[in-house]
C-alpha cells in the first residue's frame, strides 16, 4: 500500500514518529509491533487498520473458523496480544480482534497506549484495570466500555490468569 501511494519508508516513518528500520521490519515481517503503531501506519496511508495486520482481498461475507485463525500476534512484552477475528471491508469501520492480556508477572508494560480510532471492549475471560484518562477502573468477565482511543489507555493485568477481551476498533466516520 505504502509503494501504490508512492510514499517512501522515511516519509512513513516520519509521519507516525518511528524510525525507517523499524518501519522496514514490520513491511517485512520481522518483528511484531503494537496496534497504536500499527494505527498510526494505517492512518499515514489512509488505509483500515486491518489492512495492516492482515491484508486479505475484500469480500462480502468473511468466515473464520478458529481453527483458521492465526492463532496469537505480537509480543507479552507490549503487555498483550491479539487476534483478528475478520478482515473487514474498508468501507465499514469497525475492526473486531481479541486482545489477550499478559499476566500480571509477566506484564512490564506501564507506558499507555492512544490511537485514531475509538474502541469498545467486552471482557471474556479474567478481569482487568482498565487505565483510562488517567482513572483506574476495575473490570470483569461480562463488562463492557466504549471510549475515545486518541485518550491515554491500558489493560493491567489484575492477576496471574490473563485476560481476553473482545475489543472493536471503530473509525469514526466524521473523522475520516
Same mark, same amino acid.
Given at each position: 500500500? =505504502?509503494? =501504490?501511494?508512492? =510514499?517512501?519508508?522515511?516519509q512513513v516513518a516520519d509521519e507516525c514518529g518511528i524510525s525507517k528500520s523499524l518501519l522496514s521490519k514490520?513491511? #517485512?515481517?520481522?518483528? /511484531?509491533?503494537?496496534? /497504536?503503531? %500499527?494505527?498510526?501506519? +494505517?492512518?499515514?496511508?489512509?488505509?483500515? %487498520? +486491518?489492512?495492516?495486520l492482515e491484508e486479505k482481498p475484500e469480500q462480502d461475507l468473511v468466515l473464520l473458523p478458529k481453527s483458521k485463525r492465526p492463532s496469537k500476534i505480537?509480543?507479552? #512484552?507490549?503487555?498483550? +496480544?491479539?487476534?483478528? %477475528? /475478520? #478482515? =473487514? +471491508?474498508?468501507? &465499514?469501520?469497525?475492526?473486531?480482534?481479541?486482545?489477550?492480556? &499478559?499476566?500480571?508477572?509477566?506484564n512490564v508494560r506501564?507506558? %499507555?497506549y492512544t490511537h485514531s480510532q475509538d474502541e469498545f471492549i467486552f471482557i471474556l475471560e479474567g478481569s482487568i484495570y482498565l487505565n483510562y484518562d488517567g482513572e483506574k477502573h476495575y473490570m470483569e468477565k461480562g463488562d463492557s466500555a466504549y471510549f475515545q482511543g486518541s485518550k491515554p489507555h491500558l489493560f493491567?493485568?489484575?492477576n496471574n490468569d490473563g485476560a481476553q477481551v473482545l475489543t472493536f476498533f471503530i473509525t469514526n466516520p466524521m473523522e475520516t
Open positions: 500500500m =505504502r509503494l =501504490r501511494k508512492k =510514499r517512501t519508508q522515511q514490520i513491511e #517485512n515481517g520481522q518483528t /511484531a509491533s503494537a496496534i /497504536a503503531t %500499527l494505527s498510526k501506519i +494505517s492512518d499515514a496511508l489512509e488505509v483500515p %487498520l +486491518s489492512w495492516v505480537g509480543d507479552e #512484552n507490549m503487555g498483550y +496480544s491479539y487476534e483478528l %477475528l /475478520a #478482515n =473487514r +471491508s474498508q468501507y &465499514t469501520g469497525i475492526e473486531p480482534t481479541i486482545v489477550h492480556v &499478559t499476566p500480571k508477572d509477566l506501564e507506558e %499507555l493491567i493485568p489484575v
